[in-house]
């Protein structure tokens, strides 16, 4: 099993440009979600989805879209790239029913923008 | 949204030490959990805690649930070098939904 796989795992962006970070999984999680990471604020939360067609905001979902057209896969779309949105950037899933507070996570993407 | 306290945000100990870090909440939660990052990995679970008063080891490492559910403890007995990492706490919210600390930067001496 290859569990979760984020893609890429570095981008440069400039200003302006649109992008999607992508995030497929291969346990036949109902739940995904998107985290960023910056340094000395842990990790929060994007956008979840517990299901396929099933997205929610996060913490932090301004300038952020996502979409679950399957359960495999979660993309998450950068719309117009800020430098605020430098960052490294984790795609999870986990069951939804007990046990689902187990996250697995994946290696991440970390994201610059110039 | 809630907010977790994690300290120390970094510890650089001998090897061999015994390490101590934790977490506080402002409000209750029924379900506290240990995460360790490794450099250019994502978080890999530790520990899952579900009772307040819980006590869990998982090898040289024991994670403690708060009596009050608004805190938790993780200790590392005897450390080795393969311990570095950020170790993040985590308090889980309606929803599945995981709030993080701001994680424990971990170095090693040897």
């Known amino acids: 099993n290859a569990g979760v796989t984020q893609t890429p795992k570095f981008q440069v962006l400039k200003t302006g440009q649109s992008m999607t970070l992508q995030c497929a999984q291969d346990?036949?999680?109902?739940?995904m979600s998107w985290y960023r990471q910056d340094p000395g604020m842990g990790l929060r939360l994007i956008h979840y989805s517990v299901g396929a067609g099933i997205t929610d905001q996060g913490e932090v979902p301004n300038g952020y879209n996502v979409s679950r057209s399957t359960t495999e896969d979660f993309p998450l779309r950068l719309l117009s790239a800020a430098p605020s949105q430098t960052s490294v950037y984790f795609c999870?899933?986990?069951?939804?029913?007990?046990?689902?507070?187990?996250?697995?996570f994946g290696s991440g993407t970390q994201l610059s923008v110039l | 949204g809630q907010q977790l306290n994690q300290s120390p945000q970094s510890m650089f100990i001998q090897e061999g030490e015994d390490v101590s870090m934790n977490c506080t909440s402002s409000?209750?939660?029924?379900?506290w959990l240990w995460y360790k990052q490794e450099p250019g990995e994502g978080p890999v679970l530790l520990i899952a805690?579900?009772?307040?008063?819980e006590l869990t080891s998982n090898g040289r490492l024991t994670a403690q649930f708060g009596i009050t559910r608004k805190d938790s403890f993780l200790n590392i007995s005897a450390s080795i070098p393969s311990d570095v990492g950020i170790y993040f706490c985590a308090g889980l919210e309606y929803g599945n939904k995981l709030v993080f600390g701001a994680g424990t930067i971990l170095r090693v001496k040897s």
């Open positions: 409000s209750i939660f029924n379900t």
């Open positions: 346990m036949n999680h109902e739940y």
């Open positions: 805690l579900y009772k307040a008063g």
């Open positions: 999870a899933s986990s069951y939804s029913g007990a046990g689902g507070e187990k996250l697995f």
